[in-house]
């Protein structure tokens, strides 16, 4: 079993940043893809980075491509989602999510088997 717990979230003016963490509890992930996504209001959770396990190979939505950074600290079993020049449209509740097995990695929710409870991310214009 694996808990994950997302921090860092807040209201930010637009042109600001955040960073949202993640820390894992109940065993490793540093060999598990993990991953962020968001939630807008009356919109899907959708996609917005992961990194891989082992090689740490990271993927970003376009929508976030430039403008946020994924990463890991093995040590303290946390990952992080560094956000840089924050829009409106960025605005939703965030969630780590990760996925123990070595041979599933991907996009889409059906990719993870474990969630945290999510942070609310609020950009302001």
């Known amino acids: 079993q694996v808990q994950l717990v997302e921090s860092g979230g807040g209201l930010v003016q637009a042109g600001g940043s955040l960073r949202l963490s993640c820390a894992a509890s109940?065993?490793?992930?540093?060999?598990?893809?993990v991953g962020w996504f968001r939630q807008a209001p009356g919109k899907e959770r959708e996609f917005v980075a992961r990194i891989a396990g082992s090689a740490g190979n990271t993927y970003y939505a376009d929508s976030v491509k430039g403008r946020f950074t994924i990463s890991r600290d093995n040590a303290k079993n946390t990952v992080y989602l560094e956000m840089n020049s924050l829009k409106p449209e960025d605005t939703a509740v965030y969630y780590c999510a990760a996925q123990t097995n070595p041979y599933v990695a991907g996009s889409r929710t059906s990719h993870y088997n474990y969630w945290g409870q999510g942070t609310q991310v609020t950009v302001s214009s």
């Open positions: 109940g065993r490793t992930v540093s060999a598990s893809t």
